[in-house]
T-cell receptor, first 114, second 113 residues
Framework: DTGVSQDPRHKITKRGQNVTFRCDPI?????LYWYRQTLGQGPEFLTY????????KSRLLSDRFSAERPKGSFSTLEIQRTEQGDSAMYLC????????????FGPGTRLTVL | QKEVEQNSGPLSVPEGAIASLNCTYS??????FFWYRQYSGKSPELIMS????GDKEDGRFTAQLNKASQYVSLLIRDSQPSDSATYLC?????????????FGQGTILTVHP
């Protein structure tokens, strides 16, 4: 059973640039989540999808952030006009609805904004 | 008040001892509770889930849930140096926010030989 995968694993960018991250969930999972984690804190919820529908977005997700899951499989998270405060680990998780919604995390993408 | 709070760390225990990690939550509608382990620089790894009041054991790990007190704990028996990590308590929201995990800030556990 292949786990959740994320790409890239590391991204260094300059302030003001746009970045895009990709997440591939566990194949039979229909729910996909994005979280952000900064040093010394637990992950914070950003958004989640059930199939291709985006069901909830956190207030943390400013207008510079957008997430898509066009065919209900992989998802992308784009950050436009990056700021130094966007530096964090971006985590993707997936689960199967109908059960206990146990979420399994991918390895994360570490973003550094210079 | 934070939605999910964990006992402040870091926690240091000798090898072979029992490590006790505690967590309280504020949303009484929460139904599912999880413990994740996170090694430095890595992503969270699920180690236990619990949904009903009482104890749930899995190997050296025991999760305890008391919904009336809004309290979840994790006991690690016969602690090993490889258990040294940050432990994250996570609570699955109920109602319209179903699907959203809320995490505590984590407790750093160090098991010394």
């Amino acid at each position: 059973d292949t786990g959740v995968s994320q790409d890239p694993r590391h991204k260094i960018t300059k302030r003001g640039q746009n970045v895009t991250f990709r997440c591939d969930p566990i194949s039979e999972h229909n729910r996909l989540y994005w979280y952000r984690q900064t040093l010394g804190q637990g992950p914070e919820f950003l958004t989640y999808f059930q199939n291709e529908a985006q069901l909830e977005k956190s207030r943390l997700l400013s207008d510079r952030f957008s997430a898509e899951r066009p065919k209900g499989s992989f998802s992308t998270l784009e950050i436009q006009r990056t700021e130094q405060g966007d530096s964090a680990m971006y985590l993707c998780a997936s689960s199967q609805s109908g059960g206990r919604d146990t979420q399994y995390f991918g390895p994360g993408t570490r973003l550094t904004v210079l | 008040q934070k939605e999910v709070e964990q006992n402040s760390g870091p926690l240091s225990v000798p090898e072979g001892a029992i490590a006790s990690l505690n967590c309280t939550y504020s949303d009484r509608g929460s139904q599912s509770f999880f413990w994740y382990r996170q090694y430095s620089g890595k992503s969270p790894e699920l180690i236990m889930s619990i949904y009903s009041n009482g104890d749930k054991e899995d190997g050296r790990f025991t999760a305890q849930l008391n919904k009336a007190s809004q309290y979840v704990s994790l006991l690690i028996r016969d602690s090993q140096p490889s258990d040294s990590a940050t432990y994250l308590c996570a609570v699955l929201a109920g109602g319209t926010s179903y699907g959203k995990l809320t995490f505590g800030q984590g407790t750093i556990l160090t098991v010394h030989p």
